[in-house]
């Protein structure tokens, strides 16, 4: 297989939505935002899809999203929280009564015996990213040498909800070149701006044009056992054990600046929104009832 490959990572828990919003059906025929994405990439020549998910959702993961999809080439695979981890620090986690997943950088190496392309693109399974942006970033994963990262990144302030504080990884980019991401955990509109607030209770504000990223990701598959090695790395911090996660900006940022990896910026005039809290839920159909009705997408996706 020489077309680039999606990685969907759809095995999160949905805390803040309170459900498993990966599989809320938003589209008049049930469909996901996931479906949106699948739609997308496969008209912008992505050969397969990886969908990254945890067996204790599987039945309902192939029932609600799956069964739409006869004619896609897809694989499973599976985030568990011991999949990768040592023995001695899995028993550790468990020790400090660890209740969540640990990260997108470790559901990607989760799915790493899968990537057999030289190329692969990483998107999250409840946003919505929109074709223009599937469209550069494969084009820029078809051509013959992948060497570089990509990044295809958004309008701070077209990313916000209204409902409450969002994680955003915050991108300083240079001459086209993504050289540093700053993972910001708690960004919220209030009423004299847009502000982070830290775990000590210091805020920072934001320009709204601040380009982040919301984890659409180019990679050659070079990147694998880089990105193990920052895994294990992480796994090494005790403070990490009880409840910090291992994301993929951080580790793109760790690239950048061992010099491991560089990382080009794409711009694509498209549009994101997402469903990170349950009342970010209507505008998500109501947006996506528009894109139908104005021949973006057909009113039956799989039909």
Not at 6 to 13: K, R
Not at 48 to 58: Q, S
Not at 142 to 159: D, F, H, M, Q, W
């Amino acid at each position: 297989m020489n077309g680039p490959l999606l990685v969907v990572l759809a095995a999160g828990m949905g805390s803040r939505y309170g459900g498993l919003k990966q599989m809320d059906q938003i589209g008049q025929n049930g469909e996901t935002l996931l479906d949106y994405s699948v739609y997308d990439a496969l008209r912008s020549g992505f050969e397969k899809i990886i969908f990254i998910i945890r067996h204790d959702m599987e039945k309902d993961f192939k029932e609600t999203v799956l069964n739409r999809m006869k004619s896609v080439n897809y694989e499973l695979a599976y985030q568990e929280p011991d999949y990768l981890i040592p023995p001695e620090i899995f028993e550790e986690a468990q020790k400090s009564e660890r209740q969540k997943p640990w990260g997108t950088a470790h559901a990607l190496l989760c799915a790493a015996d899968h990537i057999k392309s030289p190329a692969f693109a990483v998107i999250n399974a409840d946003d919505f990213y929109g074709y223009e942006a599937f469209d550069v970033l494969g084009a820029h994963l078809s051509t013959a040498a992948i060497t570089n990262g990509y990044i295809v990144p958004y309008r701070l302030e077209k990313t916000l909800s209204p409902q409450g504080t969002v994680a955003r990884g915050v991108c300083e980019i240079k001459d086209m070149c993504l050289m540093s991401v700053n993972e910001l955990t708690a960004i919220a509109q209030e009423e004299k701006g847009i502000f982070n607030t830290a775990e000590d209770g210091s805020k920072e504000e934001l320009a709204p044009d601040t380009p982040v990223s919301m984890n659409f990701w180019g990679f050659p598959r070079s990147i694998l056992p880089g990105l193990r090695k920052y895994f294990m790395d992480f796994l090494q911090e005790p403070e990490n054990l009880p409840k910090n996660e291992c994301y993929i900006p951080r580790a793109a940022d760790w690239f950048i600046k061992n010099g491991l990896l560089t990382i080009r910026v794409l711009k694509a005039n498209s549009e994101w929104f997402g469903v990170t809290y349950k009342e970010d839920r209507e505008a998500a159909v109501n947006r996506i009832a528009e894109l139908a009705a104005s021949g973006v997408y057909p009113p039956d996706l799989w039909g």
